[in-house]
């Protein structure tokens, strides 16, 4: 696999360019994965149709330099240790949901963190999305935004906690759910502003972009903190099967079938 000389994505210098770059952290991919063999379901939300499995995820070619590329993967190797944490880091992390008064949510994951490294994980996953040229990322459009994506990944400015804020939910209820890929996708609001998400796995990623920073009064000490604090949402199974229901919505006699089809339930 060949390396190229050219203008890296990050550093904006021209150098030898690594071959591959995945633009979803390949970990969130294999976390599961008992050999090199192993898939994953892709589907589009809004076509609402299955697209093709997956073995090691999506990948651009020549866009990053060696030294870009290992920055960001010490993001993701940090990252990689607070969503799949070993047993015995879990002890004393979750608090029951029921102190909130939220029906959405069985419980919540408090987490400790450091905030530049998980934000730069963050940020990272958006902004690769957006420089892509692959049609699956093509709802991803920072627009001006990107400069200060870039930015911050080059440790050229800071981002507070409520500049692009995203919540991470853990989705409940369907025993092959980790094995499954949403497109990312964006969506519009009056009351959030611009949203971009997508389902990777287990967990549900929503970028909060509008400028004011303000996130739905439900989540909204859920996002990282400059004081190093995280929450992660579990969303009760009934609830699960709302958005699964909202993101594949055919005839509703027939969904059950196509949920044991994929290995859903």
């Known amino acids: 696999m060949k390396m190229k000389m ?7 210098v021209t150098k030898m360019l ?20 192993y898939k994953m379901l892709h589907f589009n939300a809004r076509t609402r149709n299955r697209l ?5 995820g999506i990948f651009d070619n020549h866009i990053l330099c060696d030294t870009c590329e290992g920055r960001i ?20 992390n979750y608090e029951l949901m029921n102190q909130y008064e939220n029906f959405k949510f069985e419980n919540i994951r408090n987490i400790k963190v450091d905030y530049n ?3 730069s ?7 690769k999305m957006n420089i892509s040229i692959k049609n699956e990322y093509k709802d991803i459009e920072l627009g001006l935004h990107e400069k200060k994506f ?7 400015i800071e981002l507070k906690s409520d500049d692009f804020p995203c919540v991470i939910y853990k989705l409940n209820g369907y025993k092959h759910l980790d094995d499954v890929i949403m497109q990312p996708q964006k969506h519009k609001s009056r009351r959030d502003g611009t949203i971009y998400y997508f389902l990777i796995g287990e967990y549900l990623f929503t970028f909060f972009m509008s400028p004011n920073g303000l996130l739905p009064e439900e989540v909204e000490h859920c996002a990282i903190t400059e004081f190093g604090t995280m929450a992660i949402p579990l969303i009760k199974k009934s609830h699960t099967k709302k958005i699964i229901d909202g993101w594949i919505s ?9 949920y044991k089809n994929m290995g859903w339930i």
């Open 121 to 127: 994980f963050l940020i990272s996953i958006l902004w």
């Open 73 to 92: 993967g010490k993001f993701e190797a940090y990252a990689k240790k607070l969503l799949y944490p070993a047993k015995e880091d879990l002890t004393g």
């Open 6 to 12: 050219g203008e890296c994505k990050l550093c904006l």
């Open 117 to 119: 490294k998980f934000k």
């Open 18 to 37: 690594v071959y591959k770059s995945h633009i979803i952290p390949n970990f969130l991919y294999k976390i599961h994965a008992l050999d090199e063999n």
């Open 250 to 258: 055919w005839d509703p006699d027939k969904q059950e079938e196509r």
């Open 52 to 56: 093709r499995t997956v073995q090691t």
């Open 150 to 156: 870039r930015g911050y990944l080059n440790g050229e």
